[in-house]
């Protein structure tokens, strides 16, 4: 089994520029060359491996999608893609966001370096703006 992990899926926006991040497009074109040549684990494979790992032979090649953070991109795009697809993915939200209602320090950074990119160069200039 192979596990693909994402975390940005979205469009481009004009307020993070920089923002590193996988277009839907491109996204929806993975999924296309997975399924074509690997075939995504589904949830009842999923139910399988948990009360037999020997289930693991079954799914050699198989993609297990994961999404991490919690993301609205998550929502917004990947989710209602996969259903029309009738594919299974696993989301991971951290509970720091739903505590505390404050987002992580990792999505502070990558919106700040999204915003007004990284690097000297581009700190030094803007400031200056």
């Known amino acids: 089994m192979k596990i693909i992990m994402y975390h940005y899926v979205r469009e481009k926006t004009k307020d993070l520029p920089f923002l590193r991040y996988l277009s839907f497009k491109n996204f929806c074109k993975q999924l296309d060359f997975f399924e074509k040549n690997f075939g995504f684990v589904k949830y009842e494979d999923f139910i399988n491996l948990k009360k037999d790992m020997n289930y693991f032979k079954e799914l050699k090649d198989k993609i297990l999608l994961t999404f991490d ?48 990119g990284g690097g000297i160069k581009s700190i030094c200039f803007r400031s200056y703006r």
């Open 69 to 116: 953070d919690g993301l609205i991109d998550h929502y917004n795009f990947v989710f209602f893609e996969l259903l029309k697809r009738n594919l299974f993915g696993l989301f991971f939200i951290p509970t720091r966001i739903l505590h505390q209602k404050k987002a992580l320090d990792v999505h502070r950074i990558h919106y700040l370096l999204g915003r007004y």
